[in-house]
């Protein structure tokens, strides 16, 4: 038998063609690329003046179960199901999230896809890429740094040294950076505070970022920036330090969507990396915006399951970007449903193995269906899922009326997702969506979190902590409930604790903290014991990584 070659072995033997070639067969004109060597570009903002009276193409949305902490190949479907529609001789575009090096190095490794359907430079876009986290957290700490400066050098602005909202940020996982202390140095006139970092993928810049339409548009969403309240308890934001124009600045490059492909050809857009259980978990406004102008078939993936990624998508990201998807793709895993099996299950009755999977799957296609929108069912396959295993969940689907497709594209590319694809494409073309948020922005916060709770997580109610409901005063003091809400909490369960599997009832939603993002333009209401800045597992896998002596990067996943 021959050796199965990794997802690097298989990206080193890929020849891609030239970012030119892919930006042409895109509609890209080569005046409105920058290229980052051969296989990368920066791509120009002036892609949307040229086409602004073109309509937007069908927008497709890839989700998933809840997932494993081991990843269930969401992106590696989203790959594979642009390449088959490429094999369909479909216009396609894909736009993806970038990936953060805090997973990279952690338990989780990249984010451009496995086997067959990845997207590359594979190496380059899991390491540096363009240089857009390092940016983002730049122009984050920058503002940091001056609100300290400020204070140092008389405070005229006021700001109560306690009452310091905005934090740092890093793209690794440090849980010993989660609180820290500041102001010990002799030549600082700061008395001595506690703050702490947040990894970069949680940054309201990050969030800013993603969400902006323009520079304009990016300028404005810093400047409101909330950084502090005043001993008189007004909001200070960054455009009362004079920071907002810096800060865009330091964003000029970071700001442009990234042009990369998939192993088959296919353009893709990677631009911004929000974490879904975090901050929104979807990719820039910006590059969807722009592959809806170029293609008639958008694929776009949110972070991790319906309730995060996908809620936040249609709550937060639709609204801002004014798109309306025309299908939800769903994945699940064989692997996924038997981690929601109950303990006192018998390995050798699928129905019972099955049971609390198949309830988990069901919440989220009913998530799906609030929305107003069709889904179709990926059965992502993996080598060790049996046959048996396989038909029997198809069935189960088909039974409940549930389109369906098992989806095979980490083995054999864009063929094995042709099913899919074709599902897709007739889902769209006859079962047309009434897309819809949730929620009007006219109800106040605690509705907000009380409907998603209720209806997206299945929870009895929402329990506020003395915390949070000094947050929600200063909402309501300073006006800003008609925001949409942000619910950050493990993406391991529907609930807020990663123990409850399956689709649990009987539990309230405990939130800890509620987090004004001005600037981003929603409310973060952190719940549960959620962390916004990780920590490195026993064994993580930059252990097994290494350069050797002619320049080859080993060890990435």
Known sequence: ??????????????????????????????????????????????????????????????????????????????????????????????CLREPSLSPIFGSKGGASGNGYSQVVPFEDINLHFTGDSHAVSTAHNLLAAVIENHIHHGNSLGIDKNEILWRRV?????????????????????????????????????????????????????????????LDKKLITAKDLKAAGAMTLLLKDAIKPNLVQTLEGQPVFMHTGPFANVSHGNNSVLSTTMAL??????????????????????NIVAREGGFKPSVVVLVVTIKAIKSHASENASPKKFIDLFKEGFANIERHIQNIHRFGIHAVVAINRFPQDTD???????????????????????????????????????????????????????????????????????????????????????IHRHKLGNLPVNIAKTP?????????????????????????????????????????????????????????????AKGIA
């Open 388 to 474: 048996e295993e396989i038909k029997f969940v198809r069935d189960y689907l088909q039974s409940e009326n549930v389109d369906c497709a098992v989806s095979e594209v980490a083995a054999r590319g864009g063929e094995g997702g042709v099913e899919l694809a074709e599902k897709v494409l007739k889902v769209i073309a006859e079962k047309p969506g009434n897309f819809h948020p949730l929620y009007s922005l006219d109800l106040g916060p605690e509705e907000k979190i009380e409907k998603i709770a209720r209806e997206m997580y299945g929870a009895d109610g929402v329990i506020y902590s003395d915390k949070a409901k000094t947050d929600l005063e200063l």
């Open 293 to 314: 102008k170029l293609a008639n078939y958008v694929v776009t993936e949110s972070g991790f399951a319906t309730e995060l990624g996908m809620e936040k998508l249609f």
């Open 492 to 552: 391991y369960s529907l609930s807020d604790d990663s123990r409850l599997k399956g689709a649990p009832t009987g539990w309230k939603l405990k939130v800890g903290e509620i987090r004004p993002f001005t600037g981003a333009g929603y409310l973060v209401a952190i719940c549960g014991k959620l962390m916004l800045m990780p920590g490195l597992p026993a064994k993580p896998i930059l252990e097994d990584m290494d350069l050797t002596d002619e320049g080859e």
């Open 170 to 230: 890093m793209d690794l996982s440090d849980r010993q950076l989660r609180e820290i202390s500041v102001g010990h140095a002799k030549a600082c006139n700061l008395s001595k505070h506690k703050t702490g970092f947040d990894v970069t993928a949680s940054s309201e810049v990050m969030a800013a970022l993603s969400l902006s339409q323009s520079i304009h548009s990016l300028k404005n969403k810093l400047s409101k920036i909330s950084t502090a309240l005043s």
């Open 1 to 94: 038998m021959s050796k199965l070659l990794s997802s690097l072995e298989i990206a080193r033997k890929a020849k891609p063609h030239q970012i030119h070639a892919i930006a042409n067969s895109a509609g890209i004109k080569a005046d409105e690329i920058e290229p980052y060597g051969s296989y990368k570009a920066k791509v120009s903002l002036k892609v949307l003046e040229r086409l602004a009276a073109r309509p937007h193409g069908k927008l497709i949305c890839v989700t998933g179960m809840t997932p494993t902490k081991e990843g269930d190949g969401k992106t590696t479907t989203c790959i594979g199901l642009t390449q088959a529609l490429g094999l369909l001789k479909k216009k396609v575009f894909l």
